[in-house]
DNA sequence: TTATTTAATCGTAAAAATACGATAATTAAA
DNA sequence: TTTAATTATCGTATTTTTACGATTAAATAA
């Protein structure tokens, strides 16, 4: 399932899984703790964080700027990131939702 | 990174990961929308819902039955699928706890 | 028993994700 | 200006995911 088929299921639908994807993998879950732990922008030392390599840190971190979850400020030589508070509560409140949608069944 | 690699990262970091990538395809939160719609265990008609061959479908509710999300009851020659409330909590709690860590920063 | 129905699994092709080293680009420091 | 530091991107190998048709397996119906 490519590009052409993403219009077969509904944008909630898509959107939900977007996020998901972002955030399906442990490097990516861990970078979001620790700016969340930083509880600040935190410039560069997120790959001394992670036991991967600084080109695979910089990828993961691009998937989560791609879903708009993160954003990076560039400061001289660095880059500054940071959650970006509204896709954080869009996504947030996507997952609420789904999940309250649920009563329980059998 | 293949299984070796899973303990470089926390428990709670790859159960986040991993029911999130059970989400994070849009036929199977499609799946779930539509098993939630119901409101009760669902017999076989879930192919008929979605743009997918049957053997695809079928996969996906493996990935889904995978991380326990789904239990799959057989009944004669149909299989009726419910949604596990436990895990769903268990997910919903997951994601909220990480959704409300973020207080906001900058 | 012999069909039919339903769903899982197999085999496989194509696409996407993951990881890394090397390189490039940009800025700051010497 | 030259060097160092930092991060993004490139190229690429490997693994995983996704998708489908064909087949299998199991239960039911004829």
Not at 18 to 29: C, G, N, Q, T, Y
Not at 56 to 67: A, G, I, N
Not at 69 to 85: H, K, M, S, V, W
């Amino acid at each position: 399932m490519a590009v052409a088929k993403k219009n077969l299921f509904t944008d909630e639908e898509n959107r939900i899984a977007d996020l998901a994807k972002a955030i399906s993998h442990p490097a990516r879950v861990s970078i979001l703790l620790y700016l969340i732990k930083k509880n600040s922008c935190v410039c560069g030392d997120i790959v001394d964080e992670l036991p991967l390599s600084q080109s695979t840190v910089s990828q993961h971190l691009k998937e989560l700027k791609r879903v708009g979850i993160l954003q990076g400020d560039i400061e001289g030589t660095r880059t500054c990131y940071c959650i970006n508070p509204k896709v954080w509560m869009e996504m947030g409140n996507l997952f609420k939702v789904l999940t309250e949608k649920f009563k329980g069944c059998c």
